[in-house]
C-alpha cells in the first residue's frame, strides 16, 4: 500500500514562510504528478500547486509569486515553500499524489495524504 506523510504545519504570523514536506512510501514505480491541496473550514478542497513528472506546474491564482512547489522524483517527495503568507492561507493542507503505479500493478491510483493544519494569525 501507498502511503503519503506530511510534516512541516504549524502556525505563523502573518508575512511568515512554512515548509510542507510529504514523503510518498510504499512500492511504487512511478508517480505522474504531486501536488498540495488545502480546505479550509466551511470550504470546498482548492488545488494549490501540483507539479508532474514533465516538470509542468499549476499553482492557484491566489499563491502565484508567494508559493514554491518542489519534487524530488528519486525519493518520492514534495515540498512546498510558502513565504508571505496570510491568514486567508489558513486551512488544512494535503499532499496528493496523482496516477501511482505500483511495482508488479497494471493500474494507477490516487493517494492523499492526512493533512497538516496552517494556521495564519494576522
Known amino acids: 500500500q501507498v502511503q503519503l506523510v506530511e510534516s512541516g504545519g504549524g502556525l505563523v504570523q502573518s508575512g511568515g514562510s512554512l515548509r510542507l514536506s510529504c514523503a510518498a512510501s510504499?512500492?511504487?514505480?512511478?508517480?505522474?504528478?504531486m501536488g498540495w491541496y488545502r480546505q479550509a473550514p466551511g470550504k470546498q478542497r482548492e488545488l494549490v500547486a501540483i507539479l508532474t513528472s514533465d516538470s509542468d506546474t499549476n499553482y492557484a491564482d491566489s499563491v502565484k509569486g508567494r508559493f514554491t512547489i518542489s519534487r524530488d522524483s528519486a525519493k518520492n517527495t514534495v515540498v512546498l515553500q510558502m513565504n508571505s503568507l496570510k491568514p486567508e492561507d489558513t486551512a488544512v493542507y494535503y499532499c496528493?499524489?496523482?496516477?501511482?503505479?505500483?511495482?508488479?500493478?497494471?493500474?494507477?491510483?490516487?493517494?492523499w495524504g492526512r493533512g497538516t493544519q496552517v494556521t495564519v494569525s494576522s
Open positions: 510504499g512500492r511504487i514505480f512511478s508517480i505522474y504528478a
Open positions: 496528493n499524489a496523482e496516477r501511482v503505479k505500483q511495482f508488479f500493478s497494471t493500474s494507477y491510483c490516487d493517494y
